[in-house]
Nanobody
Framework: QVQLVESGGGLVQAGDSLRLSCAAS????????MVWFRQAPGKEREFVAA???????YYADSVKGRFTCSSDDAKNTVYLQMSSLKPEDTAVYFC?????????????????WGHGTQFTVSS
């Protein structure tokens, strides 16, 4: 059974850095795509970043160059390192997984979801 648990949210200031974690069980990183989505108040959930096979990464244009997705097999955890944070990054961040080596950016493609972690970037 796949379980995903996000952590690392909180309150930061614009320009700060923050790292989110997604502890995964029932997932083999070599055969699953691990993805981060976010949902801001009043907005639809949107794709942020993905990692496949521990090293292939893909980012939304809005976070490219500021966010880095990585994974740690020993801890079965995926990370989202975020820097140069902006108020518009404020959202609930969700970790999702799918047993595939293709990156999908649509929420409907993902079978497994965590409950999300909230963080707020103040200006």
């Amino acid at each position: 059974q796949v379980q995903l648990v996000e952590s690392g949210g909180g309150l930061v200031q614009a320009g700060d850095s923050l790292r989110l974690s997604c502890a995964a069980s029932g997932v083999t990183f070599g055969s699953y795509v691990m993805v981060w989505f976010r949902q801001a108040p009043g907005k639809e959930r949107e794709f942020v970043a993905a990692i496949i096979s521990r090293s292939r990464t893909y980012y939304a244009d809005s976070v490219k160059g500021r966010f880095t997705c990585s994974s740690d097999d020993a801890k079965n955890t995926v990370y989202l390192q975020m820097s140069s944070l902006k108020p518009e990054d404020t959202a609930v961040y969700f970790c999702a997984a799918k047993n595939t080596l293709y990156i999908h950016t649509e929420t409907r493609e993902y079978d497994y979801w965590g409950h999300g972690t909230q963080f707020t970037v103040s200006s």
